[in-house]
T-cell receptor, first 115, second 112 residues
């Protein structure tokens, strides 16, 4: 079974600074998807960014980018120019094996933005 | 386009009671999922469906049942509620199996 590990329970960053959230995963599959979801206090799960494993190019969405290292099974999220609205829980998730059996989530990282 | 909707948003049950959590999506997705999120944890899969009439167990199915009679609806049934079922429940749907899942707003359930 796949596992997803987020080793940072909590991170803090100054507004306008850059922060990187870590995620590692374990799989024997070669074709899969990786995701970062944001969960603000409203508890809504919001997709931040998506990476297809067969693509070598790292995904980017405005201030959010990933560092995808397939051989190392690492998938970190970089948030540039942090804003107060970025404060939330961030979950790394793995989708593979055809995906019919859902995503595998890490335990999350609580991101605090210091004004 | 409402996406994924869930009702109710909050519910308190007594031990032994039963209830159904409703989930509807209007994106014509074949894949639908139910997850639970316990405090300080990520989401764990309860049940999933790959299309109308087809359902299967996820990681934590005990104490729950599902049905999928239409593409749009995927209700989750709790029988004989127990305190261990206190959690936040999320319904999600996706176009393809391993790809992006779209989540409902969640239901916070407390069993006392």
């Amino acid at each position: 079974a796949q596992t997803v590990t987020q080793s940072q329970p909590e991170m803090s960053v100054q507004e306008a600074e850059t922060v990187t959230l870590s995620c590692t995963y374990d799989t024997s599959e070669s074709d899969y998807y990786l995701f970062w979801y944001k969960q603000p206090p409203s508890r809504q799960m919001i997709l931040v960014i998506r990476q297809e494993a067969y693509k070598q190019q790292n995904a980017t969405e405005n201030r959010f980018s990933v560092n995808f290292q397939k051989a190392a099974k690492s998938f970190s999220l970089k948030i540039s120019d942090s804003q107060l609205g970025d404060a939330a829980m961030y979950f790394c998730a793995y989708g593979g094996g055809g995906g019919a059996d859902g995503l595998t989530f890490g335990k999350g990282t609580h991101l605090i933005i210091q004004p | 386009n409402a996406g994924v909707t869930q009702t109710p948003k909050f519910r308190i049950l007594k031990i032994g009671q039963s209830m159904t959590l409703q989930c509807t999506q209007d994106m014509n997705h074949n894949y639908m999922y139910w997850y639970r999120q316990d405090p300080g944890m990520g989401l764990k899969l309860i049940y999933y469906s790959v299309g109308a009439g087809i359902t299967d167990k996820g990681e934590v199915p005990n104490g729950y049942n599902v049905s999928r009679s239409t593409t749009e609806d995927f209700p989750l049934r709790l029988e004989l509620a127990a305190p261990s079922q206190t959690s936040v429940y999320f319904c999600a749907s996706s176009y393809m199996g391993a790809d992006t899942q779209y989540f409902g707003p969640g239901t916070r359930l407390t069993v006392l």
